[in-house]
């Protein structure tokens, strides 16, 4: 752990990271004085897969639903798909309707009452990625402090709220015009085009970030992969359960970014992408095309070279066996993300 990090701990107190993904969200307890393998950590379902989890319940009773809170990871979508087909009533609060689909017309169509209370006849679902009493009561029986911190990052459709890749890939694009150093793209106050990341700094308190910035900053908390950045361009491939992001990168900066939907694109298809892209021969539409969610192009970085250098993380990384190298930041690959939020934020954090 760099000595930043360390005067970080040391000023703010123990710091609560969470990356939440689809399908799990990955936990850690940041302390100062400790070496960082000793620091706790979890891999737990994710909200999203856990309110699911309760639609389903809800449809095998022949339950009513009715969905309030907030804009979160949209993991429950089949179980309400599900639960519709069944033919079950199902209502929701506008402001969830509206994170659903901006057209609230088009919520309606589907089977969804809008209502403002639960109706008699429905169980309340509430929607939200971060609970604070879940974790105040999980640190407090586990006999571990309470965070003076927390850094979170999901997942973010981009304005307006879940909209296609295309509109994700062009505010990418801006992002990465405006900056190409992923440690600034932790948000200490958020942009309006970040919906859910507003929603769920609204929940924690603390800076916040896409998925795509932990993956990025994650990798390089490995001293090898940043060095080697410095030397030559580089790639980075995170396959999750649900999305494959690669990352050009050079000297520590993002050059091009790549997203797709992991299930979507066989390897074969990936390699061609990932040639394209590092030839910068890659148009967002064509990604969009066959199903992905686009490309996003920094600067041009002529002497980084052919981007060779491969670096694989994600659940999903077996994938690309034989096409890069496994690599574990501090030991752990999971918790890669949670540990490049940590590492971003201390280099970038603002000081009184």
């Known amino acids: 752990?760099?000595?930043?990090?360390?005067?970080?701990?040391?000023?703010?107190?123990?710091?609560?990271?969470?990356?939440?993904?689809?399908?799990?969200?990955?936990?850690?307890?940041?302390?100062?004085?400790?070496?960082?393998?000793?620091?706790?950590?979890?891999?737990?379902?994710?909200?999203?897969?856990?309110v699911g989890q309760r639609i389903r319940e809800l449809t095998l009773l022949k339950c009513g639903l009715w969905l309030y809170g907030g804009i979160m990871g949209n993991g429950f979508r089949e179980a309400l798909r599900g639960h519709l087909a069944a033919g079950l009533p199902t209502s929701a609060t506008a402001a969830v309707a509206r994170a659903l689909d901006e057209d609230v017309e088009a919520v309606r169509a589907r089977g969804v009452t809008i209502s403002e209370s639960c109706p008699a006849n429905c169980a309340p679902v509430h929607l939200e990625d971060f609970s604070p009493e879940f974790w105040e009561g999980m640190l407090r029986l586990s006999g571990l402090p309470q965070p003076h911190m927390v850094l979170a990052a999901a997942q973010d459709q981009g304005s307006p709220p879940h909209a296609h890749g295309e509109t994700r890939m062009k505010d990418w694009q801006a992002v990465l015009s405006a900056t190409p150093d992923p440690a600034r793209w932790i948000f200490a106050e958020v942009p309006d085009w970040l919906?859910?990341?507003?929603?769920?700094?609204?929940?924690?308190?603390?800076?916040?970030?896409?998925?795509?910035?932990?993956?990025?900053?994650?990798?390089?908390?490995?001293?090898?992969?940043?060095?080697?950045?410095?030397?030559?361009?580089?790639?980075?491939?995170?396959?999750?359960?649900?999305?494959?992001?690669?990352?050009?990168?050079?000297?520590?900066?993002?050059?091009?970014?790549?997203?797709?939907?992991?299930?979507?694109?066989?390897?074969?298809?990936?390699?061609?992408?990932?040639?394209?892209?590092?030839?910068?021969?890659?148009?967002?539409?064509?990604?969009?095309?066959?199903?992905?969610?686009?490309?996003?192009?920094?600067?041009?970085?002529?002497?980084?070279?052919?981007?060779?250098?491969?670096?694989?993380?994600?659940?999903?990384?077996?994938?690309?066996?034989?096409?890069?190298?496994?690599?574990?930041?501090?030991?752990?690959?999971?918790?890669?993300?949670?540990?490049?939020?940590?590492?971003?934020?201390?280099?970038?954090?603002?000081?009184?």
């Not at 752990?1 to 936990?27: K, W, Y």
């Not at 050009?248 to 900066?253: A, C, D, S």
């Open 195 to 352: 919906p859910r990341l507003r929603a769920l700094q609204k929940k924690t308190g603390g800076p916040v970030a896409d998925t795509t910035a932990a993956a990025v900053l994650g990798a390089l908390c490995d001293a090898s992969v940043l060095e080697r950045s410095f030397r030559e361009g580089i790639t980075i491939i995170n396959a999750g359960n649900e999305h494959t992001l690669a990352a050009l990168v050079y000297r520590g900066q993002v050059c091009a970014l790549y997203e797709h939907h992991t299930e979507r694109r066989d390897l074969p298809h990936l390699l061609e992408d990932l040639r394209q892209l590092r030839l910068r021969w890659l148009p967002s539409e064509e990604v969009q095309a066959s199903g992905g969610h686009g490309t996003a192009f920094g600067e041009q970085c002529e002497a980084a070279g052919s981007f060779a250098p491969t670096f694989l993380l994600g659940a999903r990384r077996g994938l690309f066996a034989g096409h890069g190298r496994d690599i574990a930041p501090h030991g752990d690959m999971p918790h890669a993300g949670c540990f490049g939020l940590l590492h971003g934020w201390a280099q970038t954090r603002p000081h009184s």
């Open 1 to 50: 752990m760099n000595e930043r990090v360390r005067h970080f701990l040391r000023e703010s107190g123990p710091v609560l990271c969470l990356e939440i993904g689809c399908d799990t969200q990955m936990a850690l307890l940041a302390r100062a004085g400790q070496e960082c393998a000793n620091w706790p950590r979890w891999v737990l379902p994710s909200p999203a897969r856990l």
